[in-house]
């Protein structure tokens, strides 16, 4: 759906990074790969990391890693994990706005399976909870753009919050969710959140795609290991040594909402690299 928001206007000769704003999730990561078959009843020797996670943080990381002004809008809590994944984004320069709540904050569990595929289980605490009357309009002004998380679109209170927050948005890009979810949810009501929110741009993996086939906006397809699809064109991925797939699709999205395609591609490969989906986790 094409929207008629006004469009800011910076002078031709100006190389700035742009200011991005994200609204999503900030959740605790444990990402585990283990070094063969897991084993019933025994311990299987694993590299596993806790770090920041979350799909809007993790864009709002990469863009920052890239020059970006980035900031995170969600709501955290109080547990021992809110305080880890704060004080992780922090460290890379993120700036975090939105309600902190007495409460626990969200933890995701991902385990890597033996040909790469990723198995996840959620916790999403009371981050889930962001509510349209917490968000204060100056946090999206002040930037050129507002990423939200497709995983907004899957509860109501934080879709609204997330339409809420487009309407202060000079450009407004979303990334689309797990195929399964907007199944599950129903692809019409997930649409229909879409539609209100107006995107200027959306990502998604060609199942994602294939999920809202009557949804009209400007596309970048990720192909996993066959690159991408963009407005521009299709960009192949490089041959890189995959360690683990965790945070690849933000960190394509944050490279592209920076520096474009190829940026773009150069994230995905370098987050493949990586255990965990931060810059520079190791």
Not at 97 to 120: A, E, F
Not at 238 to 248: I, N
Request: charged share 20%; net charge negative; glycine share 10%.
């Amino acid at each position: 759906m094409r929207n008629s928001r006004t469009q800011r206007t910076e002078p031709a000769e100006s190389t700035r990074p742009p200011s991005i704003c994200t609204l999503g999730d900030l959740i605790l990561d444990v990402v585990v790969v283990p070094n063969g078959p897991l084993t019933s009843d025994a311990d299987t020797p694993a590299a596993i990391r806790l770090g920041a996670g979350g799909q809007a943080a993790n864009v709002a990381a990469w863009a920052g890693a890239f020059g970006a002004s980035s900031r995170l809008i969600c709501k955290r809590g109080t547990d021992a994990a809110s305080e880890l994944a704060v004080a992780e984004l922090a460290r890379h320069g993120v700036e975090i706005c939105g309600p902190v709540q007495d409460g626990r904050g969200g933890v995701v569990v991902s385990l890597r399976g033996p040909s790469g595929q990723r198995t996840m289980a959620s916790d999403p605490g009371l981050t889930a909870t962001l509510d349209a009357s917490e968000l204060d309009p100056s946090w999206v002004r002040s930037c050129d753009v507002l990423h939200v998380s497709g995983y907004c679109l899957f509860r109501e209170r934080m879709a609204e919050a997330a339409v809420e927050a487009a309407r202060h948005a000079t450009r407004v890009t979303v990334d689309l969710a797990s195929a399964p979810d907007i199944e599950r949810v129903g692809a019409g009501r997930f649409a229909a959140h879409l539609e209100a929110l107006q995107p200027d741009l959306v990502f998604a993996t060609e199942a994602e795609r294939a999920a809202v086939p009557g949804f009209d906006a400007n596309w970048v397809i990720k192909l996993g290991a066959r690159g991408a699809e963009f407005p521009e064109g299709p960009y192949p991925a490089p041959a890189v040594a995959v360690l683990d797939t965790t945070g690849a699709g933000d960190a394509l999205a944050a490279g592209y909402l920076v520096g474009g395609p190829q940026l773009a591609i150069e994230a995905a490969a370098r987050c493949v690299g990586l255990i965990g989906a931060m810059p520079g986790a190791s």
